[in-house]
């Protein structure tokens, strides 16, 4: 069975404090209207989709889910994206 993810990192300036990425990345994604948006300790999780009556141009469109976990040990933010509501 394919597999409808993609996972990846994103470093960040170590002299950046490890709780500001989420914090940016949080309010970017809550002013482009992606729904049941939670912070909880070191990751953000969202959802977005094509059912939130948006159009194909809204960002969040062709994710169904997603998870942001920042590690501060080692300075990067992981991502993982699910995208199986568009198969």
């Known amino acids: 069975m394919p597999t409808f993810e993609k ?10 404090d490890s ?3 989420l914090s940016h990345f949080g309010k970017c994604l809550q002013g482009i209207g992606a729904n049941d948006l939670c912070v909880s300790g070191n990751q953000l999780t969202f959802s977005g989709g094509a059912f939130r009556f948006v159009t194909i141009l809204d960002p ?7 998870d942001l976990t920042v590690d501060p040990l080692r300075h ?4 993982r994206v699910n995208y ?4």
């Open 7 to 16: 996972t990846g990192s994103i470093p960040f300036d170590p002299k950046i």
């Open 60 to 66: 969040l469109y062709y994710f169904a889910t997603a």
């Open 19 to 21: 709780t500001e990425p």
């Open 84 to 87: 199986q509501q568009l198969m």
């Open 76 to 79: 990067v933010v992981g991502h």
